[in-house]
């Protein structure tokens, strides 16, 4: 098994609340893995802590070879200058609840603009890659409409669209159908049930219980700042030890 | 519980109902008539009165295009245009050190935004004009080394005067565009990979132009306007011009007025220019702005060939 994400010990407090209290995980390449859990759980807050996009207090995670946002140095870990983080989070794609599509470019300028400006490739040769993925999540058509001109279910396929466009190592999903219409959602999951078949790994914080049943290699469930159950789809949601995840389970899937 | 039907407030049984072609007739509006009527008689009485008044209309005719005056005013135009270059430059570079992480760099520009808002732009005018008595020889080793008053010249003064002052305004509108661009625009560029300078560069600050396009419209109008300030520093712009015409012929009255054309004319064509201006950079936000005309009427094309 050739890890892909090992998270280790994160912990993160806002102010005197601690919402993530030591958190483990690996991830595998390839692997699809659900997190699942009540509102309030600190899910988005891991998953930002994978990307660095909040610092956790301790803990750390290792992508690839490599620990985010830090050099091991001595014994300690040195934080690493912004570029250098940069460079890192560019190798985990995060495609976010509410989109956050850039709002002054056009469908096909949102994707080519990491691959212009971080990478640096020619407008050309970004193009071309980043039309062939707007026809991967069926949004070629769309390539010079704005985003505030896409129903909301076009805008995450375009947002998962960008985010592969750097080629990421691993893609991470926190909520992306949250905000949608329920007629909207099956589009969405579509483009990510074909992303799973292709062999891409993915971390995906959803609410979507059939998608974790259906896709997820692993299932995780958080509470209160903890994962208190891990394993494969079936054993979690049809069987699971904890009382607490059970009474969360029975919740959301009554 | 049975609940009987609402009664019909006039009684109009089914078989009495008109067809479907019934005519309709729109409803009379006199009371806007009358108003329009009334506003229309006050302006007939107002331009009496100018037209009567003790104005001679020719010698706003004659004065409007000589060579003082249009001179004059080119000077107006181009102490506003550099004024409001280093004001736009100075507040974006102002506003984004008032998000800096470093907060010396903040402090800076919230510095510079008290003293300078907090003081009249005349007074500010009068000090540029008369640093020489605080500084009088500007010397940068190896760059300059000249008398302040050669150095600043009335035109500096004022182009100064009004562009560091602009610049205190512009400050504020940038720091509250840059904070109200929101927040996941940054973290989607953070997740991208792009440097701190290239999201404010190529995501932040397109934004923020967009949501404060509107200010820097108002700012031009009022720059121009406020370039008549100058006059009081001898610099000779068109209002400056126009005090030394009327001094010697005595057409107060005549030559202010020829100073009011020349800036209605100004205000108005770039009045023109902020519409054409939203309406290209909010080409994102079409679908809002598309019903928002400068002018009723004034462009009828819609604003994205197309949209709904
Ligand atoms: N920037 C922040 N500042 C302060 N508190 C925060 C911040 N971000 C999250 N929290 C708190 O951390 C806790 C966990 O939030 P988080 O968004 O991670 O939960 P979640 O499991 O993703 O919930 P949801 O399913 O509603 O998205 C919440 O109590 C929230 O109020
Ligand atoms: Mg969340």
Redesign the interface.
């Given at each position: 098994m050739n890890l892909a994400v090992k998270a280790v010990g994160i912990r993160k407090s806002f102010g005197s609340h601690e919402v993530l209290k030591g958190l483990d995980l690996e991830v595998a390449y390839g692997e699809v893995l659900c997190i699942l859990g009540p509102s309030g759980s600190g899910k988005s807050t891991f998953l930002r802590c994978i990307n660095h996009l909040e610092t956790p207090n301790s803990g750390y995670v290792w992508v690839d070879g490599a620990i985010m946002g830090y050099a091991l140095h001595r014994g300690a870990l040195q934080e690493l200058p912004i570029r250098q983080l940069r460079a890192q989070q560019s190798q985990l794609g995060m495609v976010f609840q509410h989109f956050n599509l850039f709002a002054h470019r056009t469908v096909l300028g949102n994707v080519i603009e990491g691959p212009m400006v971080v990478r640096g490739l020619s407008r050309a040769k970004t193009e071309a890659r980043a039309m062939e993925l707007l026809e991967q999540v069926g949004m070629a058509g769309k390539a010079s409409s704005y985003p505030s001109q896409l129903s909301g279910g076009q805008k995450q396929r375009v947002a998962i669209a960008r985010s592969l466009a750097m080629e990421p190592r691993v893609m991470l999903f926190d909520e992306p159908t949250s905000a949608l219409d329920p007629e909207l959602v099956g589009e969405v999951l579509e483009v990510m049930r074909n992303l799973a078949r292709g062999g891409t790994t993915m971390i995906v914080v959803t609410h979507e219980i059939g998608f974790a049943r259906e896709v997820a290699d692993r299932v995780v469930v958080m509470i209160d700042g903890e994962i208190r159950e891990t394993g494969a789809p079936g054993q979690v949601l049809s069987n699971p030890g904890d009382p607490r995840v059970r009474s969360f389970l029975s919740r959301v899937l009554a | 519980m049975t609940q009987s039907p609402p009664k019909p407030t006039s009684a109009l049984s089914l078989p009495d109902l008109p067809g479907p072609d019934t005519p309709i007739r729109r409803l009379r509006h006199p009371g806007r008539w009358l108003s329009g009527i009334t506003v229309i008689l006050l302006l007939a009485m107002i331009g009496r009165a100018f037209a009567v008044g003790q104005i001679q209309w020719p010698v706003v005719g004659e004065f409007l295009t000589a060579g003082v005056i249009i001179t004059g005013f080119g000077w107006t135009l181009l102490i506003s245009a550099c004024a409001l270059v280093l004001g736009v430059v100075l507040g974006f570079v102002f506003g984004i050190m008032r998000h800096s992480e470093n907060p010396i760099l903040r402090f800076a520009a919230w510095l510079y935004v008290w003293i300078f808002r907090g003081t009249p732009v005349l007074l500010q005018l009068l000090i540029w004009f008369n640093i020489a008595l605080v500084f009088p020889r500007l010397y940068i080793p190896g760059l300059v080394d000249e008398r302040m008053v050669d150095v600043v010249t009335p035109f500096v003064a004022a182009v100064l005067g009004l562009g560091v002052n602009e610049g205190s305004y512009l400050t504020e509108v940038v720091r509250g565009g840059i904070g109200s661009v929101?927040r996941?625009?940054k973290?989607?560029?953070?997740?991208?990979?792009?440097?701190?300078g290239?999201t404010m560069r190529?995501?932040i600050l397109?934004?923020t132009l967009?949501l404060i396009l509107p200010v820097l419209g108002n700012s031009a109008i009022g720059m121009l306007k406020f370039s008549s300030l100058a006059a009081t520093i001898a610099m000779g712009e068109m209002l400056n011009a126009a005090q030394r015409i009327y001094f010697i012929n005595g057409a107060v009255i005549e030559l202010l007025f020829v100073c009011a054309v020349w800036y209605l004319v100004g205000t108005t064509v770039l009045s023109i220019g902020q519409y054409y201006l939203e309406r290209y950079f909010g080409?994102?936000?079409?679908?809002?702005t598309s019903n928002r005309r400068w002018f009723k009427g004034w462009a009828r094309r819609p604003a994205v060939e197309g949209e709904v």
């Open positions: - | 929101d996941g625009q973290e989607a560029a953070h997740t991208l990979g792009m440097t701190p290239q190529r995501i397109p934004q967009r080409r994102d936000t079409a679908a809002t």
